[in-house]
């Protein structure tokens, strides 16, 4: 069973930046993705990379988060830029569409 290991989230003024890291157990996915639940909402979908390095963002994130990915490492990476008080959730990693199973994931605290 794949583990997937999230890290690198903390507490960040509003504009401050972030960068996470999805560690998996076995070669990533063609597909892997970042999702985010904030505190009472259902998790959702951010952005996911394809194993060839093609990126597609949601419109909330668009232009102020990147992603990259290293096939080697089986790391794939979130940089997150001009962090709004919106962005604040944990955030997880998985494929794209997702396993059952799911990380523990890294909490994102935007907040003055």
């Known amino acids: 069973q794949v583990q997937l290991v999230e890290s690198g989230g903390g507490l960040v003024q509003p504009g401050g930046s972030l960068r996470l890291s999805c560690t998996t157990s076995?070669?990533?996915?063609?597909?892997m993705a970042w999702y985010r639940q904030a505190p009472g909402k259902e998790r959702e979908w951010v952005a996911h990379?394809?194993?060839?390095?093609?990126?597609n963002y949601g419109d909330s994130v668009k232009g102020r988060f990147t992603l990259s990915r290293d096939n080697a490492k089986n790391t794939m990476y979130l940089q997150m830029n001009s962090l709004k008080p919106e962005d604040t959730a944990l955030y997880y990693c998985?494929?794209?569409?997702?396993?059952?199973?799911w990380g523990q994931g890294t909490l994102v605290t935007v907040s003055s």
């Open positions: 076995r070669s990533i996915f063609y597909i």
């Open positions: 998985n494929k794209d569409p997702p396993l059952d199973t």
């Open positions: 990379i394809a194993r060839d390095g093609s990126t």
